[in-house]
């Protein structure tokens, strides 16, 4: 459970360095490659920073899917709680940087629903 826990607040950061470090004020696309040409290392700052949440936002949706499924049949628990605070971070993090905030989170959506093994779920449900 702490796990988790971590996995939501290491996210959280991960999304937040993202947003803070991503150029915001463009305006045409030229606009990003040139900003990206002159603070490379803030560009790859903000990579690492998305791809790490990315990663931690797929495991926590594959987490999220298998909890509520879980509830649906029957099977209450005491992870249910991570639902809510997942949703609630990204919440946060859409009052800091809506758009940004719909990239991770879409991507991250894709992302974790192609990876969900849908056979280990059949096996779990019976």
Do not use: C
């Amino acid at each position: 459970m702490i796990k988790e826990l971590m996995k939501v607040i290491t996210m959280f950061f991960s999304g937040y360095l993202f947003i803070a470090w991503t150029p915001s004020v463009l305006t045409n696309p030229t606009d990003l490659i040139a900003q990206l040409i002159i603070e490379p290392i803030q560009f790859f700052a903000a990579s690492i920073a998305f791809i790490s949440g990315l990663l931690l936002n797929a495991s926590l949706i594959q987490k999220s899917f298998f909890i509520v499924l879980g509830f649906f049949r029957g099977r209450i628990t005491k992870e249910i709680i991570f639902v809510p605070i997942h949703i609630l971070s990204l919440f946060l993090l859409s009052l800091v940087g809506f758009w940004e905030t719909i990239i991770f989170f879409g991507i991250g959506t894709i992302y974790g629903m192609i990876s969900i093994d849908f056979k280990k779920s059949k096996r779990r449900a019976t």
